[in-house]
């Protein structure tokens, strides 16, 4: 396995402990600012393919879910492996959403070349629907100064005290090393994946009235329950 | 069926008292926005609409998306003409009603009337397409009323600035007999990014064409719109069928013309129950399930068209419908000891040829076991016999009996 390291990988799997991109709840990812619409779902995948910009895998989930959702780009998207802001713009945003809690101890980001790749990231936990001027507003849990890396063999570490109970992560990319665009073509996660969701309270029940008989206390037996 | 949030930002300027669109600017454009309300409302029972007005004292929302169409028609009354339409403006706090929709989930959409000549330059207009693009926001411009040539040129750059995926589009009516909200039902604004049109679509087109609703099979697209789809859909799959169902149906006998035509009532009633349950992916699946239990139904079809039978046929519909008068014929020509005709001996060798119809002729006839191995000897040597030998069976059977 060839995983382009400048140490010797006979000890252990370099590829072991990115597992968190099985948890990423594929279908509901999306990205603000994207080129593509959709082709920010290329840019996670499993750690041996992360320089493999060509997503054979995804290219049949996209075509899956653009098919449901009846649009004709598919063209597009046999060609599309990566995620790519729009012209003049390279500001991304990404929302990532996992289908349970996770702790995140590291994240790897591998940029496009000639300058597109990012050079900043910033995230947010748990906080959904972020759009651009939040971003910008708002204090971002952590932040990183990205250098490039086209091999994919840096990783960032985290507060992991901050990153413990992580249902969604927001990546905010505000800025290219120079690029007229920004240019991702892989993110993945390290940590470890708990049992836990997180639902919401499905069903609530309200009362217009109280009723007595919900109320009686043990002492006062039969009789009404005395409000003070 | 998007799940979206809209915004209408409707222009209440001077310009709206105008009367070139029937009976005024203003009055048009609220129907409009009737219209497009009652029609993003019922796409989708969870979308949102909400409404402000660009011009007056400044902008104004006058009602924040809800998905209440009573509220919304409500607040179009009584809102007053006057002022300068602010587009610039106008988009921005639309914007901002969005962002802080309540369901983050929905689509953001916004929706301008454009009725006044813009007064901002190209390049904030192309700014503000630019920031809402980079927010997935999809603007509908419906160019109306004072018609300018900048003004087209700006909105159309503002369209360009904004559009991500045709997911944007911009209307130009200019003044006429036609109704602006006419005009605007067949427009992709209506009509949702080309997703097939939406029932209300074609039902509102119908009734504004003025004619006969021309619903297919007397369903209303509007009321049941899965159940118009699941008819449609098999209609379509029976005619390309026809033809492959007319080549089987010389072979095939009576019996399954009726049990086809049994099983067709029920298969209609449990195609459309698939259809109200289902979605865009069931109705795949269940075309498919359609293919194989239309099959039956197409031979029904087919063979009811089919009027020259075959020679099978009558044979089988002699048999299903006069058994009796043949046993009377059979037990006549037990009686007759003299010659027959040709034609009866035909007939008759052809009914004894029919083993089933035989032994239950035999069946019939008193103190007659058509188990009994003699009887069996009998039937299987009657198959190609000629009268002589019919006599000897007759003549055993009766000896049997004294038996």
Redesign the interface.
Known sequence: MACLHDHSCEDHDCSSGWTLYEHIDLPKVSALNEAVPGSVKSVFKAWEQRLNSSGLKFKRLLIEIQFRNKKAHWSYFLLQGHLESNEGDPELLVYIPFTSDVKIKSISVVGGVDGTSPSKMRAFINKEGIDFSDAQGMQAVQEWDLVENFQGTLEYQTRYSKFQNVASITLHFPNSFGGDTTKIEYIGFKGEATKLKRDVVATIVYELRPNPSDHKTKAEGGGLSHVE | MVLEATMICIDNSEWMRNGDYAPFRFQAQADAVNLICGAKTQSNPENTVGILTMAGKGVRVLVTPTSDLGKILACMHGLEIGGEMNLAAGIQVAQLAL?HRQN?KQQQRIIVFAGSTVKHDKKLLEMIG?KL????VALDIVNFGEEDEAKTEKLEALLAAVN??DTSHIVHVPAGPSALSDVLISTPIFTGDG??GSGFAAAAAAAAAGGVSGFDFGVDPNLDPELALALRVSMEEERARQEAAAKKASGDAAKQEKGGEGQSSSQDATMTDRASVGT??AENKSSDFMDDENALLQQALAMSMDEPASSDDIRDTDMSEATDPELALALQMSVQEGGKDSGSEKDMSKLLADQSFVSSILASLPGVDPNDPSVKDLLASMQNQSEPDQKKNEDKPPKEEEK
């Open positions: 962002k983050k630019r693009k980079k927010n997935s991500n995926n997703e097939g865009s992916e």
